[in-house]
Structures are given as C-alpha cells and as structure tokens.
C-alpha cells in the first residue's frame, strides 16, 4: 500500500504501469464521496490539452470489487475502507481537504509524466506476464533520469501548490469574507445555499454542501448531484 501524500513518485509509477497494461483506477472515499468522483473526473476527462484520458471509477459505497489488475485508491480514515484494505494499492490518508485535493491533483500530473516513460523491464500489473517492452523500446536506460524528474516536479508542484493558494487567499480575501457574511446570513434567516458546476467544479458543488453540512451554517443543496438537473 502506498501512500500518494508521502510518496507521490512511487504512486505515479505504479498507477501508471497499471496504465500501460489496461488496467482501470478504481476510487474509493466512504466519507467523502466527492473526493472519489473528483478523482474519476481528472483522470478520465482531463482539461489540460494534450492529457491523456485514462479509464478510472468510482466505487459503490458497499459491496465493492475490482478487476484483476486494476488499481484501487482509497482516501480519507482507514476505519471507513478497513474491511477491503486486502485489496487496496494506493491510499490518501485523512487530512484536510487542501491536502487531499493537492495529493490527487499531482498523482495525475505525475502519471501523465511516467507516461511516456515507464519503465521497459516492468510488465503490467495483474501478473499476467504481458510485456510492454516493444511499447517504450527508446526508454532503455533513462528510468533513473525520469525517476529524478518526477520527484523534481512533485517537489516543485507542493511548493507552486502552497504559494498558488496563498496569494489567492491575500488577493480575494475581501470578496471571500463578504460570502463567508453572506452565507451566515442566509443561515440566520433560515435560507438554503443551492450550488451547481460542470466537471470537476461539480465534484467542487458536492463538497461545498458536505462542508456546509459539517458546520452550523444553513442548509445545503448540490444541484449538481441531481440527476434530474444536471443531466
């Protein structure tokens, strides 16, 4: 099991290697769901142009299974996903939303790098002993380069990460306290907070209601996560 906070090169490469054999990711967040879709969202519909869109799912709530070969990522507490921790490769740990969001977000940018260069010696998970070697025959000898590139740029990442949301904070501090009285408002008045996006600012609506629901604040609905109006 590997942790994608603390060791993000070793989970891009493992995710990718499964990848490159076929495999799918599968999500799995009991206590936030909203995280497991977001992931799902960013590996099969990514935004940046020239990704690549890879096979990734979210897993029911109960009852779940995967393929073999395929990779499950499991995040948040360990007591909500303890009873198939047997079949878990990958997990992000209980922290804050900030961090979840960050370690997720760099797990996919990190897999799209390894990409185009994984490892030739290493087959597909599963054990099924497909070889990718006349995939990558030009990448023979340069797996410790990219391996000193992915930790660069997963380093580099945390630290662009943390000044990104700094500076958004001092620059629209104003504008986020003015919703901040405005939502304690309308939970004063016994109003509602309705929120929608597209993508993965859907997934953002979903969490902004499971936040609200963890507070005093008012009621809370993702119009997002209604099919009838998102569809």
């Known amino acids: 099991m590997i942790d994608c906070h ?34 799902a969202v960013e590996f099969l519909h990514p935004v940046v142009t020239g990704a690549v869109a890879l096979p990734a799912r979210v897993a029911p709530p109960v009852g779940w299974v995967r393929s073999p070969g395929d990779v499950v990522l ?47 010696d290493v087959p597909p998970l599963g054990g099924d002993g497909d070889s990718t070697d006349f995939l990558y025959p030009f990448l023979e000898g340069a797996v410790d380069e990219a391996v000193a590139d992915l930790t660069y740029s997963a380093q580099a990442k945390a630290v662009e990460s943390a000044s990104v949301a700094s500076a958004a904070l001092a620059a629209n501090g104003k504008q986020i306290a003015a919703v901040v009285e405005l939502l304690a408002a309308t939970a004063a008045a016994g109003g509602r907070v309705l929120t929608m996006g597209n993508g993965g600012s859907a997934c953002d609506a979903d969490r902004m209601v499971r936040l609200l629901s963890e507070t005093e604040g008012p009621v809370a609905h993702s119009l997002a996560a209604d099919s009838a109006v998102s569809a």
């Open 6 to 39: 603390a060791d993000p090169v070793d989970a891009a490469r493992h995710l990718a290697r499964a990848f490159s054999g076929g495999r799918w990711l599968v999500v799995v967040a009991p206590d936030t769901p909203d995280h497991a879709r977001h992931v």
């Open 74 to 120: 499991a995040i948040g507490d360990r007591l909500s996903w303890d009873d198939q921790a047997d079949v878990v490769d990958l997990v992000i740990p209980a922290l804050s939303d900030a961090e979840i969001m960050t370690s997720y977000h760099l797990l996919w940018e990190l897999v799209q790098l390894e990409l185009g260069a994984v490892s030739p």
